[in-house]
């Protein structure tokens, strides 16, 4: 294993790992690489940042980039800081480590350790950074030192995927790192900001069936996949997996089979396949989003995954009220967002209350169209303490727990 920067190079010796010649790898990179660059201090010990990750198929975690440095402070002496670094299942509260790795930061004597891409890479002799059953996984780092010591952690501005780059909570609940980082990074409420981290992943099993297209689409009440291979060895057929609905965020879903296709053999010629999933709601999660993957199975059971497609059904939201964003959240923001989701145009009605159950404010109550709407709750005059916020309409209600902090 090594890690390395742009400028200077930091080394830790570890047994020689195995040629990759033979196995197809990829990088997996969610940052906006043509975006701004800011850059968000942090004193050590830092919280764990993470970003959440997509493994199509089985994979190893071969190499990890972090965009990073380290501001030292004149009391550190030659006490070095120390770089972790975790791959984490997502399974999040539930904290399951698949490798992880920690690296010397030498001192460096000017006081600054220049911002760069630091590489760990992983030993695969052995693999233990193995993603199996495939799926969303997170690449976790925190930093740590001398009393004084201020990370530098390297941001991109706009988010590719806002959702994607998470603070861990001491709790392993999750915080988007747009909103952990808005007041340093003066951040307006239609920013968002990417961690620069990337990792490198290879394909250990190959991909028996070469898969061109899957595509979803909608047809009346129900959902048509359709998707086409070039050449196929070995191929028993596809099981046809859907997400199920959850409001988790953060959490490993389960993935439910609603059917299978037969595949056909071994065969070099190009073929096309369609399924129609005739009753898509039970996937259905709040904003309408349906989500599906392929399971390709060899007639030896070898099993590989293709990856995620996602379509939003027309008019199937349910009612719903969501987790405001941060939670807690600190007075000083000036205000949290909620969202919620109704089924058919109606009125709702959104109020405050606080922890004596006396209304505080009223955020909404007004005529709705289906789908999914953002609520603005301001802060202003509010004490810190715990606060529910209450979603009524058509004789249904919703109640959510709200914490103010200094």
């Known amino acids: 294993m090594h890690i390395r920067s742009a400028v200077a190079v930091f080394c830790v010796l570890f047994p020689a790992f195995t040629a990759l010649s033979q196995i197809p790898c990829d990088p997996l990179s969610y940052f906006n690489e043509s975006g701004q660059e800011l850059v968000y201090r942090q004193a050590v010990p830092t919280p764990w940042f993470a970003v959440r990750m997509t493994a199509d198929w089985v994979a190893t975690i071969d190499t990890a980039f972090i965009g ?31 490798d992880q790795f920690i690296a010397l930061i030498p001192p460096n004597l000017q006081g600054l350790v220049p911002d760069a891409m630091y590489i760990i890479e992983f030993t695969i002799d052995s693999p233990i950074a193995w993603v199996d059953p495939p799926n969303d996984f997170y690449l976790a780092w925190r930093v740590r030192g001398p009393s004084g010591d201020v990370a530098r952690i390297r941001m991109m501005k706009p988010a590719q ?37 990337q990792t490198h992943v290879c394909w250990q099993n190959g991909t028996p069936v070469e898969l061109t297209s899957f595509t979803a689409r909608s047809i009346n009440d129900a959902v048509l996949l359709e998707w086409h291979t070039a050449t196929e060895e070995n191929n028993s057929g596809f099981s046809i997996e859907r997400l199920a609905a959850s409001s988790d965020k953060g959490m490993m879903n389960l993935w439910e089979r609603i059917g299978f296709v037969d595949g056909h053999g071994t065969t070099t010629a190009a073929q096309s396949y369609s399924f129609i999933d005739s009753h898509p709601l039970p996937g259905a999660n709040p904003d309408g989003r349906v989500r599906y993957r392929l399971r390709q199975i060899d007639f030896d059971g070898r099993t590989d995954l293709s990856p995620i497609v996602e379509i939003t059904l027309p008019n199937s939201f349910a009612f719903s009220l969501e987790q405001n964003y941060p939670n807690p959240v600190r007075v000083s923001a000036g205000s949290t967002i909620a969202a919620i989701a109704l089924p058919s145009a109606q009125s709702a009605r959104l109020e405050l209350f606080d922890a004596l159950g006396r209304s ?38 919703l109640t959510r727990r709200l914490s103010v902090v200094e």
Do not use: C, K, W
């Not at 994607?164 to 239609?190: E, H, V």
């Open 68 to 98: 990073m440095g380290v501001e030292r402070a004149m009391s550190s002496g030659m006490r070095p800081d120390t770089l972790e670094v975790r791959v984490l299942a997502n399974q999040l509260p539930t904290y399951f480590i698949l």
């Open 161 to 197: 995927d806002p959702t994607r780059s998470i603070i861990i909570n001491q709790n392993n609940t999750t915080t988007l790192a747009t909103d952990y980082m808005r007041t340093q990074l003066q951040l307006g409420t239609a920013d968002s900001v990417d961690f620069r981290t």
């Open 360 to 397: 505080v404010a009223l955020i909404a109550d007004r005529p709705f169209s289906a789908g999914r709407h953002q609520l603005l709750i301001p802060l202003q005059g509010l004490r810190t303490g715990m606060y529910f916020y209450r979603l009524t309409s058509a004789g249904q209600s």
